[in-house]
């Protein structure tokens, strides 16, 4: 059984002069404040065999250089399940934002917000060919 988590908190701001000086102290485009992550990870055998869940926090950010457009927060869950049938196929199954976050990754210039994947499931089968 292992655990792991993360926090990142950037202050960061553009140092703008000649052509950039209209940005000069905004905060970076598509650079949040806060991020966070963590994960539970359980290994029942050196085969694969285990589980895991994990989580995701990016916070608000700005999608342009002049801070007026701003991408929204968002929180993820994503999970893993994988079962050893022998020593050489493993069934594995993933599911990638779990409760279907809204996750904004872009506005175009028509205003348009473009967004990461929706919640997708997966299931595949790992052989082992040594």
């Known amino acids: 059984l292992s655990f792991r988590a993360a926090y990142s ?8 002069t000649g052509a950039a000086a209209a ?12 991020s966070a992550s963590g ?3 359980w290994e029942a055998d050196g085969n694969g065999t285990g589980a895991s869940l994990s989580a995701r926090y990016i916070g608000q950010q700005f999608e342009d250089d002049v801070n007026i457009l701003t991408l929204g927060d968002a929180f993820t869950v994503d999970g893993r399940m994988a079962l050893a049938v022998n020593d050489r196929l493993l069934v594995e199954t993933r599911v990638e934002n779990l409760f279907d976050a809204r996750v904004e990754t872009a506005i ?8 990461a994947f929706p919640r997708t499931f997966w299931i595949g089968l790992r052989v082992r060919t040594e």
């Open 9 to 16: 908190y950037v202050d960061a701001e553009v140092d703008g």
């Open 23 to 34: 940005i000069d102290g905004l905060r970076p485009a598509q650079v949040p404040r806060h």
């Open 39 to 41: 994960a539970i990870r």
């Open 108 to 115: 175009d210039s028509n205003g348009i917000i473009e967004r």
